[in-house]
């Protein structure tokens, strides 16, 4: 079947800018997670959805990120007045859901964001 | 604050040699654990998980981990390296009852022939 899908794969923009990034989890995944990683680093957590609503947005760095879930499957990750510091790639994840223990986690391939 | 460790950045092993890639954690509480692999241009893949019971896990590819409290370790091993396990691995924790998931900055996995 298919498996988590992050639009776009790439994205360059310019200091200042507006971005969006989408997910498609796998499909009846509740748990959706978005994480950055940068150059020779693991991934850092950003924000956590069980459902629709952001269960830990603990991650987020400051109030220029932004993540929804209106329906709870597909999520877009905000970056308003984007920085040269935002430059990462931005994964995404999903899993069946928590229900006692953690479930596996299923990355996507990732959106490489530059900003120039 | 919780953590993962992973002291090295490059393990190098010769093909059908045993390997062990390295992973420490902290964390408050009883911990969850996880070992990821990245291979080039794809996606994390899970590869095995320690939640409770038996120390040594086993799982995809042949690898295993040994989760050891009092040393607060979980490394990975597999008895015999291929040169397709030649790869980028994460290791990462997460606190019991607690969504948020840490990891480490990796281990790149060379296995020459």
């Known amino acids: 079947g298919a498996g988590v899908s992050q639009t776009p794969s790439n994205k360059v923009t310019e200091k200042g800018k507006y971005v969006e990034l989408r997910c498609d989890p796998i499909?009846?995944?509740?748990?959706l997670y978005w994480y950055r990683q940068s150059l020779g680093q693991g991934p850092e957590f950003l924000i956590y959805f069980q459902g629709t609503g952001a269960a830990d947005d603990s991650g987020l760095p400051n109030d220029r990120f932004f993540a929804v879930r209106p329906e709870g499957s597909v999520s877009t990750l905000k970056i308003q007045r984007t920085e040269r510091g935002d430059s990462a790639v931005y994964l995404c994840?999903?899993?069946?859901?928590?229900?006692?223990?953690?479930?596996?986690?299923?990355f996507g391939p990732g959106t490489r964001l530059t900003v120039l | 604050a919780q953590s993962v460790a992973q002291p090295e950045d490059q393990v190098n092993v010769a093909e059908g040699n045993p390997l062990t890639v390295k992973c420490t954690y902290s964390?408050?509480?009883?911990?969850?654990l996880f070992w990821y692999v990245q291979y080039p241009n794809r996606g994390l893949q899970f590869l095995l998980k320690?939640?409770?019971?038996?120390?040594l896990v086993k799982g995809s590819y042949g690898f295993e981990a040994e989760f050891n409290k009092s040393q607060t370790s979980f490394h990975l091993k597999k008895p015999s390296a291929l040169v397709s396990d030649s790869a980028l691995y994460f290791c990462a924790v997460r606190r019991y009852n607690f969504n948020k998931f840490y990891f480490g900055s990796g281990t790149k996995l060379n296995v020459k022939p």
């Open positions: 994840a999903s899993s069946r859901g928590y229900s006692g223990t953690p479930g596996e986690q299923f």
């Open positions: 964390v408050s509480g009883n911990p969850y």
């Open positions: 499909s009846g995944h509740t748990a």
């Open positions: 320690y939640i409770t019971g038996d120390n």
